[in-house]
């Protein structure tokens, strides 16, 4: 967390790391208060969610040490900016994101403060010298009765885009070597400075955070190319589009997007021949994040409709098809594994093209 205030920022930062000995894997609900938060946004009884959580979720840790050392050498690393869906948090996307580091990017996964993370604070006072400080958790926001939900989602959409420029700047800070973790870490900043590469930088979303990497291109000209995820184009005003040039890879599930979705992909697609779009075919929406992966004896009975491709699967033809694009639009080494490397099971997956059917009413 950089800055104690509301307008600071707050990410996970996923990185390529040296071994350590001492290995401890965080919890991938990072405080029961997300639990709770979680819970409200997907409409259980917050009453009982907390003696049934772990029905749901499972005790689900992210596989990765914890403040491990950052991987030595002076080579400057590649940097992804990830943005949440609607609802979501900072550590929903993780295996996707540490997927991402283990090719070696730095990835920051944002928590964005603008009402469409399912919870997430800040502190109630600036001045670091005034202890302890005060947490302001800020909810979810509700479309509320007579409001129009364009409105209110655009606004989102605009802040959104904003903080993903933001995190940009604290990044070429970090890399300064001028940034202080609001948050107790044992892992050192300094360890980061001079190692990332601001020619080679990609923006990552899914859902709301797919049309806010959309958004971020036409504010940011850092950012080279962009991964949508299921990308939720509702929110995106049609005066946008023609600000937005830089090649796009839409990774779609199979069955979410509507017909007037699709046509707005479409129509961005048109002012980039390098863009493209693919559909992993047996996916639905929720299954580009996490909760493809909660262990809950719940979970599967709960998290609906289920998706026929296994999550591994949907995760490895992300992950391979993502990279393939990121490989042609940056600089990387020639190790980036292809789309051949694939099982031909998994290939057959991949549609290269838009989704043939349609089922969502957003």
């Known amino acids: 967390m950089v800055g104690h205030s509301k307008e600071g920022s707050f990410f996970r930062l996923f990185y390529p790391c040296g071994s350590s000995h001492d ?15 979680l819970a409200k946004y997907l409409g259980w009884d917050s009453s009982i969610t907390p003696y049934i959580s772990s029905l749901i979720f499972g005790h689900p840790q992210v596989p990765v040490p914890w403040s491990a050392p950052f991987v030595t050498g002076v080579d400057k690393k590649p940097l992804i900016i990830f943005s949440h869906g609607l609802g979501a948090f900072r550590t929903v996307y993780s ?30 006072d600036d001045d670091p010298t005034n202890a302890p ?21 655009n606004y989102q959409l605009h802040h959104r885009a904003n903080e993903c420029v933001r995190v940009m700047q604290i990044l070429r800070d970090i890399n300064a070597g001028v940034v202080f973790n609001v948050l107790k870490s044992d892992f050192d900043l300094q360890a980061l400075k001079g190692r990332m590469d601001f020619n080679n930088v990609a923006i990552m979303g899914h859902s709301f955070g797919g049309a806010s990497t959309l958004l971020s291109l036409a504010k940011d ?6 991964i949508a995820l299921d990308a939720w184009m509702f929110p995106l005003e049609d005066a946008s589009y023609t600000n937005i040039q830089k090649p796009i890879l839409f990774i779609n599930a199979e069955h979410f997007q509507t017909t007037s979705s699709i046509q707005k992909m479409k129509r961005l697609n048109a002012g980039n021949r390098e863009s493209k779009a693919i559909t992993i075919l047996g996916s639905v929406h929720h299954s580009l994040s996490d909760s493809a992966f909660l262990s809950g004896f719940l979970a ?49 997956c991949i549609l290269s093209d838009f989704p043939i059917t349609n089922s969502s009413k957003l």
């Open 95 to 124: 295996a996707l994101c540490m997927q991402l580091a283990s090719h070696g990017f730095l990835v920051a996964a944002l928590e964005h403060r603008d009402g469409s993370a399912c919870a997430t604070y800040h502190f109630a």
């Open 300 to 348: 599967d009975r709960i998290l609906q409709p289920r998706a026929k491709l296994n999550p591994e699967q949907c995760l490895q033809a992300t992950i391979t098809s993502a990279l393939s694009f990121l490989q042609k639009h940056l600089d990387l080494p020639g190790n980036i594994p292809s789309l051949d490397s694939l099982s031909e099971e998994i290939r057959a």
């Open 221 to 226: 000209d850092t950012f080279r190319c962009a």
């Open 23 to 37: 290995v401890q894997y965080p919890m991938w609900l990072p405080r029961s208060e997300y639990v709770t938060a």
């Open 133 to 153: 400080l005060k947490e302001v958790w800020v909810p979810f926001s509700k479309v509320e009765v007579g409001m129009k939900e364009f409105y209110l989602r």
